[in-house]
């Protein structure tokens, strides 16, 4: 089945894309806004997250957390939200019949909450209890470290969450100034998917946005690309495993290699045929589990490699997982692999796509963040066409001496052992 999609937009700049599935028994609406903790001054770190958890607590015409929920979960929906560095989502899923619903709740959240005063300070200690919880978990922890150490003291380096200290100091002004500057129509993107009519979608938006004023969408300072000076971040806990993360700079949203990135990072780490896992944990036995993940932004990216370790296996599995960038690096993959990888590649790409919530996710982010929705059979034959000189070409592009930084949290460690792992 050919999936299409349909776009308008509003006289404000305020875009609108739908999905139509015709078979499903749902719609599933998501308001995308292009600001994330990178939108942060400093001081502020932790205001984007702040903001999504209040938009939840009370609206002109739902006026408590409850009143809000009960809206959506009483007509047999799901309702939330979420943060990144980049974007803000916030999203429902119902029965397709209550379209109308959908987009009545998410507009009042959005364009009138209350961000009462005695529910902010409420909300506040639970985001507070939140990066708690973060900091507690090693595996989260690890990946705040690993981020730190690879673009530093910048908004792409903060914390998404923010500080306890930095979410101490915001408040109702911080909000409000913030959506005045980055909630504007040209940064928003409304996907909806599903058992659902482009008309009648576009109507309702009218409805509800087309009120707001136009003024130029916001854009983010650009990105700092020189390493910090500390490219090891360690952090000692008595636990019995040591949760290992290693980054390399990698390749903004934009870029014509995207294609072959996918490739070289599904090769590497991604399943249990990739490279690494094959090594580290089969061969080797050095970790339970091992992987790797691309995160693109506006202007840089990332290369993130995660494993769990028993402590003694640390700088072993280390070397290891070093090894198998060079060898990227320096040899070409064979045809069958290449072959292997690619399907694997192209199929777990279809697989993703399979429901309303996954159509419409894609659709409102790819036109937010790229300006258009490329077709799926389009990205299928791209993925198709990559070859071995493709992967040696973003090898060479990605893996690059000095580049690498590395986190641990774990028993024992020490930055000392680890920094000639990353030595130029």
């Known amino acids: 089945m050919t999936i299409s999609w349909e776009i ?3 006289p404000n700049g305020l875009r609108v894309v739908t999905t139509p599935i015709a078979t499903a028994q749902s719609v599933s609406v998501n308001l995308f806004v292009g600001a994330g903790s990178r939108a942060e001054e400093r001081g502020s770190q932790g205001l984007a997250h702040f903001l999504e958890h209040m938009v939840f607590k009370g609206s002109e015409r739902r006026p408590t957390a409850m009143a809000i929920a009960e809206a959506v979960e009483g007509a047999g929906g799901v309702l939330n939200a979420y943060t990144s560095k980049e974007i803000t989502c916030f999203w429902n899923h119902l029965p397709f019949e209550k379209l109308e619903l959908a987009l009545d709740v998410l507009a009042d959240m959005i364009l009138h909450p209350l961000l009462d005063s005695h529910e902010l300070e409420r909300e506040r200690l639970v985001v507070q209890q939140e990066i708690r919880r973060n900091h507690d978990q090693p595996g989260a922890w690890v990946s705040e470290l690993l981020i730190q150490a690879l673009f530093g003291d910048q908004p792409l380096g903060w914390s998404t969450a923010g500080k306890e200290e ?10 409000l100034d913030y959506m005045d500057a980055w909630y504007v129509p040209a940064n928003v993107v409304l996907s909806v998917a599903g058992n659902v009519g482009h008309a009648e979608v576009v109507a309702l938006t009218r409805r509800y946005f087309e009120g707001r004023p136009s003024r130029p969408s916001p854009s983010f300072l650009p990105v700092d690309s020189d390493l910090p000076a500390q ?3 360690v952090e000692s ?3 019995s495993q040591a949760n290992l993360a290693m980054a390399l700079p990698a390749l903004a949203r934009k870029d014509p290699d995207r294609y072959a990135l996918m490739i070289f990072n599904s090769l590497l780490g991604r399943g249990m045929s990739s490279r690494l896992f094959k090594e580290v944990r089969e061969r080797r ?4 589990s091992v992987g790797s993940a691309v995160s693109r932004y506006y202007d840089t990216g990332a290369l993130v490699i995660n494993a769990g370790v028993a402590p003694q296996n640390l700088k072993e599995a280390a070397q290891v997982i070093l090894g198998e960038l060079r060898k990227l690096l320096e040899e070409p993959v064979g045809d069958d692999e290449m072959a292997r990888v690619r399907d694997y590649t192209v199929g777990n790409f279809r697989l993703s796509l399979e429901a309303p919530m996954a159509l419409g996710q894609r659709a409102g982010d790819l036109l937010l963040t790229m300006g258009e929705i490329e ?3 389009s990205v299928v034959e791209k993925l198709q066409a990559i070859t071995a000189d493709d992967v040696l070409r973003v090898a060479q592009r990605i893996v690059q001496a000095g580049k690498v930084v590395l986190a641990v949290v774990g028993p024992d460690v020490e930055s000392e052992d680890l920094g000639e792992l990353v030595s130029d």
């Open 375 to 377: 077709p799926i059979e």
């Open 237 to 239: 806990r008595p636990i």
């Open 166 to 175: 930095t979410v101490a100091t915001i408040q109702r002004q911080d909000f």
């Open 8 to 10: 308008s937009e509003l």
């Open 285 to 288: 036995g050095l970790a339970y």
């Open 231 to 233: 490219r090891v971040a």
